[in-house]
């Protein structure tokens, strides 16, 4: 039986024919240039009873995560102080992750960068080199 199925996937014909089918079908209900594919916009907010019940909750949901954040597991305890805290204190704001960059980094040609980099190399190369203040040699005579 599975060769049969086999034998009959590999027949390109028939998939044509069904992919062919597929997009017919298809066609009707797909969004014409300039068609919003949400013409409703959002949905609506929650119904104001829904809300005031959730915000009634609020006191024991809090009591709740307090008796997890006490908790030994960490399993529980950290997901715990990481929900009271973003909602005591707010979520952290984003990192800046921009890499420092010297100044005047921007108005160089590529040569000049490249050799500002050798400079900075040989000069940290002679820093790893030389010994510590308090390490001098000391001449005798």
Known sequence: MPQAIALECDD???RDDARRRQLAALAPTKW??????????????????????????????????????????????????????ERGCGKPAPADVTPATPEGWESLTITERI?????????????????APGNLPVATA
Request: glycine share 4%; aromatic share 4%; with cysteine.
């Open 32 to 85: 014409k240039p300039g068609q919003s594919g949400n013409p409703k916009g959002r949905t609506p907010e929650l119904h104001p009873d829904v809300r005031k019940l959730a915000k009634d909750f609020c006191p024991e949901a809090v009591e709740r995560l307090k008796y997890w954040a006490r908790s030994e597991d960490p399993r529980a305890s950290i997901p715990a102080c990481s929900i009271l805290l």
């Open 115 to 131: 050799q500002r980099l050798r400079e900075r190399r040989e000069r940290l190369k002679l820093e790893a080199t030389a010994p």
């Open 12 to 14: 390109t014909s028939q």
